[in-house]
Nanobody
Framework: QVQLRESGGGLVQAGGSLRLSCTASGRTYSDYAMGWFRQAPGKEREFVSSVTRIGDYTSYADSVKGRFTLSRDNAKNTVYLQMNSLKPEDTAVYYC????????????WGPGTQVTVSS
């Protein structure tokens, strides 16, 4: 089992920045690809970004490309999502997720952290 815990959410004005962190405990963190997803009120959960287990490749949703940066520090069992130029439409609960590198689906999820961007 892998336990995940997000932090860093909050209220920010449009154009501002936040950095989300997700710290893992349990099994070998470096065996897991990590991702961020978000869910806005009344909408389905959507993919935001992901990073491979050794951090050599990242991917982003088109809606956040150029504004969000994902990185991981395997020594600290932590993945970071730097969010810049935030927009009101970025308002959502953000979830960290872990996927064992041999698996297809994300099996481990954090409880989520709220990000609210005011206009």
């Amino acid at each position: 089992q892998v336990q995940l815990r997000e932090s860093g959410g909050g209220l920010v004005q449009a154009g501002g920045s936040l950095r989300l962190s997700c710290t893992a405990s349990g099994r070998t963190y470096s065996d897991y690809a990590m991702g961020w997803f978000r869910q806005a009120p009344g909408k389905e959960r959507e993919f935001v970004s992901s990073v491979t287990r050794i951090g050599d490749y990242t991917s982003y949703a088109d809606s956040v490309k150029g504004r969000f940066t994902l990185s991981r520090d395997n020594a600290k069992n932590t993945v970071y999502l730097q969010m810049n130029s935030l927009k009101p439409e970025d308002t959502a609960v953000y979830y960290c997720a872990g996927r064992y590198y041999r698996d297809y689906d994300y099996a481990y999820w954090g409880p989520g952290t709220q990000v609210t961007v005011s206009s």
